[in-house]
């Protein structure tokens, strides 16, 4: 009972909080940066797997959903519309960045340094999120929005712009390496 | 069923959201090959392993600084992008009234007019040149020339009132689609703007064309 008080009560600050944004509270915009940059942050080096980029991409996430405030029109939690903007951030960029140059994603090097370092958790997470960084490019992309934030097959083919058979073929090639990393 | 079948259908069966008879064939078939038996719970384990992930992970540094800088930014490009496009709208929506009353009131006047060539002797801006490029109207030039080519000719059957408001009228056109071209530069994308450039044209056309065919005065 207490928790619904407490979940009911936070709700209604993060729609008090968009309201204010949408009306051009920057104020109130920070502190649903300050609620959210963790998971945004999370999302972002985990689907680019480096640590500078994904500080860039989510700072673009931010700005994005500022210019799209008015887009958002309650219907999700500010917390799963936010996602979605992020996801479209870095895809987009992932999109960009291959058109810019050819990218080699060598598996096993590249490592984000401080990815480990920095992030809380046993040694057994710290080991899976080095494995994650280190698979290909679009495998690690697939295997995050699928097995970390749970999008289905359909969704991703649609946002990465990819059919789903091949979605489903990066998710095994990325658990089949991955388990190889983690028993090795 | 085929290990192919079963490795594309394996997270339908661990999510549970296969059809009864699909999750029944999906057990025969685990019952009877060890392989993907493996894959299953190598699978699961990893799952298990996924979502113990934290969802959340603090940036080494903290980013709003620089997300509040662009924001701030954004807000006074903006302010200045939607001051613009407000004029702009307003040169049009001045244009489309005073063309038809200038020249309503103008053939009414009696006295001298001072002619106005400054359309005439002036071309349009690079900025209103490079927009119509956008537009993809490429002979308005040539169009333009034309048309005040033959208003020239017909400078002796219209009287000097007549031709006052009709450059005078045009002028107000040439200066509004450079007000819109101006903010079409700060935001070449909006569509808006872009229709309200392509109507202005086609008012400045529509004018010139109607005055061409105007009956002798003198």
């Known amino acids: 009972m207490v928790g619904m008080t407490v979940a009911r009560s936070s709700d209604l600050g993060e729609s008090g909080l968009v309201e204010r944004a949408v009306s051009g509270d920057v104020e109130a915009f920070e502190e649903l940066y300050r609620v959210n940059v963790g998971r945004v942050y999370a999302l972002c080096l985990r689907m680019a797997g480096d640590p500078t980029l994904a500080e860039e991409l989510a700072q673009e996430a931010f700005v994005r959903a500022w210019q799209k405030l008015g887009s958002f029109r309650g219907a999700s939690a500010f917390s799963t519309w936010l996602h979605r903007v992020t996801v479209n951030v870095v895809l987009g960029h992932r999109r960009s960045a291959t058109r810019r140059e050819a990218r080699v994603f060598a598996v096993g090097d590249d490592l984000p340094r401080d990815v480990a370092g920095r992030q809380p958790g046993t040694a057994e997470s710290i080991d899976l999120e080095r494995a994650i960084s280190s698979l290909p490019d679009g495998a690690r992309v697939v295997f995050i929005l699928h097995d970390v934030e749970g999008f289905r097959h359909r969704e991703i083919s649609r946002l990465m712009g990819i059919a789903v058979g091949t979605s489903k073929a990066q998710l095994h090639r990325a658990r089949k390496l991955l388990r190889k990393a983690l028993t090795s | ?218």
């Not at chain 2, 699961?44 to 392993?49: A, G, H, Y």
């Not at chain 2, 940036?59 to 490009?77: F, K, M, Y």
């Open chain 2, 1 to 218: 069923m085929k290990c192919s079948e079963f490795a594309s259908r394996i997270d339908g069966y661990l999510d549970g959201r296969l059809r009864p008879e699909d999750e029944e064939a999906l057990r025969n078939h685990l019952a009877e090959c060890p392989a993907c038996a493996e894959e299953t719970e190598a699978v699961k384990d990893l799952r298990r392993r996924t979502a113990r992930l934290p969802r959340s992970l603090e940036p080494p540094r903290n980013l709003w600084p620089e997300i509040a800088n662009r924001i701030a930014a954004e807000t006074v490009v903006q302010g200045r992008f939607v001051r613009r496009a407000l004029m702009a709208a307003a040169a049009v929506v001045l244009l489309a009234g005073s063309v038809v009353t200038a020249y309503i009131v103008g053939r009414s006047q009696t006295g001298t007019i001072v002619e106005n060539r400054q359309v005439i002797e002036t071309s349009p801006s690079e900025i209103v040149l490079a927009s119509f490029d956008e537009l993809g109207v490429d002979d308005y030039v040539v169009t333009r020339g034309k048309l005040l080519g033959a208003l020239e000719a017909r400078r002796d059957d219209l009287s000097p009132e007549t031709l006052e408001v009709l450059m005078a009228n045009l002028k107000v056109i040439d200066d509004a689609m450079g007000k819109i071209a101006e903010a079409l530069g700060e935001e070449p994308d909006n569509e808006f703007l872009m229709k309200q450039l392509a109507a202005a044209y086609r008012r400045q056309i529509n004018l010139m064309e109607t005055a061409v065919r105007l009956p002798a005065e003198v």
